[in-house]
RNA sequence: UGGGGCGUCGCCAAGCGGUAAGGCACCGGAUUUUGAUUCCGGCAUUCCCAGGUUCGAUCCCUGGCGCCCCAGCCA
């Protein structure tokens, strides 16, 4: 655990009371969680809550949490998702242990309990088409009707379910359902189907299996064979409970697992749902699932955002049962706390305009001392140079300042961090009359401090880099995928609101000679520019690239 | 509309009958060679509404109102 969350405040949630309770009374002696994904995506920071509250339940009360994939619908599921969630649980920090699981271990004991509900006049083989299904289950407000083939004899229902099991019929044929009520008022009641057929390959099992479960008939009694004590999902599946509890109720199940729900993570700017994201990868709108942009743990690793970050993000939003929606901005300042923390600072100037300094001579070099943290003297100094020509950036000038403007003007002063105080004096302008470079002069008796040798004190501090020793390097600056802060409202299609200008690419930036030979994950503060660290994929070391992970808060612009 | 759930500051969120925690955001002011950071101060006489019970209610009761979820052989 790192300082960012330690003191990030641990709100007292309606999960931890339910199981001091349960641990309080005996009722458990240590608890057993568990994390289920679906292999049918990359996973996205709403899965990160559910990761976060699961094993951190889990390590809070000294229980322990499984990785399992529910992995019941072979025509979604893929190998390589396996693989990314893995690899995003252990990036986000967590780690499983030996309890690594798959739904589909449990097919043989998930099949003996169908034979078993059979046996016991408890679900029987439907022969109805999936429209007639539909048709005989009622609406809302009206009770459904009772199969034809509800009452088959459980002979029959015993051959036929072994021959879909073994692959006689085709897709969609027939399906096995649970016999319970057609007209309980909880329509996942009305004869839920428990088995239906699938010819098709499993990215675990192979293709041992022509017949899957559905999700209600295999998430209790995988917990239950698991052991798990406390099954956290979220709120969309509270009507499913009943039908959860009469699985458990009428199995010979190894032990008792109880359903908890909490609300589902929603953020601002931004879209949640696996068939958006997927359709913003197919579509190319985003490079891939690990684009920068992107709400994927893959995306946000990429950006450069900490592990620690989103842990402190996710206790910070809390547990509740309340539709919630987070500003995006929560998680952005939780990524800026964790960085100003731990980032050393640098100077890059990204959109670069050459400053002459007419009075400091052509052949000097002068190597300077410059924190590489302003608050943490034990992070050391590095050596930055000045010469007669450097980089500033074209935003810290203006020729006619607006009011409240405290950069360079001309005939104006300003600090160079860690250098001299200049004044500009003049501008060199091309034909066309755009500017070619600024000219100015040092005051020599101004490096320490922000007083002239006359006591003024400068009003502006701007960062620069020696032109004859910066290092030239491609930053990418990025911004919401999306420009309203829910793009997935209505009916209107979610991608008429994508932003824009969502990234920025600027192709000849001065960046300070050092960083060209930093540790690739090295995460820098950008003085006055905001959080940078080199694209995992696309940096190499002769043609840098830099990602911009978050910008610092910036008060002047926002008042601008 | 049948069933289930939720409604406390702009956004989250504690609170569990004794007189509204905290975080983010926002607004002041101090420090600062980052318009950053840090610091200090401000920010709900009120808890969806209306009745009721009580010495006392955000917490209990009744009745409204609003929002979310469920009619996949998805999870």
Not at 91 to 101: A, I, N, Q, T, V
Request: hydrophobic fraction near 35%; aromatic fraction near 10%; glycine fraction near 6%.
């Amino acid at each position: 655990m790192t300082s960012i969350e330690q003191t990030a405040p641990t709100a007292n949630n309606f999960l931890k009371s339910i199981i001091d309770e349960d641990l309080k009374s005996g009722k458990h002696s240590s608890i057993v969680t568990r994390f289920p994904p679906e292999p049918n995506g990359y996973l996205h920071i709403g899965h990160a809550k559910s990761i976060c509250i699961n094993f951190g339940l889990a390590r809070d009360f000294g229980g322990r949490c499984h990785l399992r994939f529910d992995d019941t619908n072979p025509a979604k599921e893929e190998l390589e998702y396996i693989e990314s969630i893995k690899e995003s649980v252990h990036w986000l920090g967590f780690d499983w242990g030996e309890h690594l699981y798959y739904a589909s271990d449990n097919f043989e004991q998930l099949y003996l309990w169908a034979v078993y509900l059979i046996e016991q006049g408890k679900a029987y083989v439907e022969d109805l088409s999936g429209d007639e299904i539909r048709a005989y289950r009622g609406t809302l407000t009206e009770p459904g009707k009772d199969s034809p083939y509800r009452s088959r004899p459980v002979e029959e229902n015993l051959d036929l379910f072994s021959r879909m099991r073994a692959g006689e019929f085709p897709d969609g044929s027939r399906v096995l359902r649970a016999k319970i009520d057609m007209a309980s008022p909880n329509i996942s009641l009305r004869d839920p189907v428990l088995y239906r057929i699938i010819h098709a390959p499993h990215p675990h099992v192979g293709d041992a299996w022509k017949i899957y479960p559905m999700y209600d008939f295999a998430h209790g009694q995988t917990d239950a064979i698991e052991g798990i004590t406390h099954s956290i999902c979220t709120l969309e599946f509270e009507s499913h409970k009943p039908l959860y509890e009469w699985f458990l109720d009428n199995l010979p199940v190894p032990s008792r697992p109880r359903q908890y729900e909490f609300a589902r993570l929603n953020l601002t700017f931004t879209v949640m749902s696996k068939r958006k994201l997927q359709e913003l990868v197919q579509l190319g709108i985003v490079s891939g699932w690990d684009d920068p942009r992107m709400p994927t743990l893959a995306g946000i690793k990429r950006r450069g955002y900490t592990p620690a970050a989103v842990r402190a993000f996710c206790d910070q939003i809390g547990v509740g049962r309340s539709d919630s929606w987070i500003d995006v901005s929560c998680l952005e300042e939780c990524v800026r706390t964790d960085l100003n923390e731990s980032a050393p600072r640098a100077m890059a100037v990204l959109r670069p305009i050459k400053l002459v300094i007419d009075n400091y001579p052509a052949d000097r070099t002068e190597e300077l001392p410059a924190a590489n943290h302003p608050q943490k003297p034990e992070m050391g100094n590095r050596t930055i140079y000045f010469t007669r020509e450097i980089w500033i950036d074209a935003d810290d000038f203006m020729e006619v300042p607006s009011k409240g403007f405290h950069r360079l003007t001309v005939g104006g002063e300003v600090k160079l961090r860690f250098g001299y105080i200049v004044k500009c004096t003049g501008v060199v302008r091309d034909e066309q009359g755009t500017i070619q470079e600024l000219h100015g002069e040092y005051d020599p008796a101004s490096r320490e401090g922000i007083h002239t040798a006359d006591g003024r004190k400068v009003k502006g501090v701007i960062h620069w880099v020696s032109a004859t020793h910066a290092v030239s390097a491609e930053v990418r600056l990025f911004d919401r995928l999306f420009s309203d802060p829910n793009p997935d409202r209505g009916a209107a299609d979610y991608k008429q609101f994508l932003n824009p200008g969502s990234i920025e690419t600027l192709s000849d930036c001065k960046l300070e000679a050092d960083l060209s030979r930093s540790n690739i994950e090295t995460r820098y503060q950008f003085e006055r520019m905001g959080y940078f660290r080199q694209d995992p994929k696309d940096s190499l070391p002769d043609t840098l690239v830099f990602n911009r992970i978050v910008t610092l808060r910036d008060a002047w612009t926002n008042k601008k």
